[in-house]
Nanobody
Framework: QVQLVESGGGLVQPGGSLRLSCAPSGFIFRLYTMAWYRQAPGKQRELVAS???????NYADSVKGRFTISRDNAKKAMYLQMNSLKPEDTAVYYCNAQIGIKDYWGQGTQVTVSS
């Protein structure tokens, strides 16, 4: 019954911004580390950013200074604010939760950065 639903993707120009949202259900959201991953065509899925239950954050080197991960435990939501977007950020972005020994994934939301 765990579900993760992403939203907020779309087409933006280089240098633009998007905010992705993840709506979780089926578990006690505030207790678990959450993360954003992305997968570009022909490439493996990679970790973009993570945020712990204590609000500690970690970022891939490629997005440091441009992306900000956050969570609102009261609203049961996780966000990824993406600024100064580059064409190489183009990918499907996935919400992730590790609960026990299992990883759970959303359906993904497409982000395309192009002029």
């Amino acid at each position: 019954q765990v579900q993760l639903v992403e939203s907020g993707g779309g087409l933006v120009q280089p240098g633009g911004s998007l905010r992705l949202s993840c709506a979780p259900s089926g578990f006690i959201f505030r207790l678990y580390t959450m993360a954003w991953y992305r997968q570009a065509p022909g490439k493996q899925r990679e970790l973009v950013a993570s945020i712990t239950s204590g609000m500690n954050t970690n970022y891939a080197d490629s997005v440091k200074g441009r992306f900000t991960i956050s969570r609102d435990n009261a609203k049961k939501a996780m966000y990824l604010q993406m600024n100064s977007l580059k064409p190489e950020d183009t990918a499907v972005y996935y919400c992730n939760a590790q609960i026990g020994i299992k990883d759970y994934w959303g359906q993904g939301t497409q982000v395309t950065v192009s002029s």
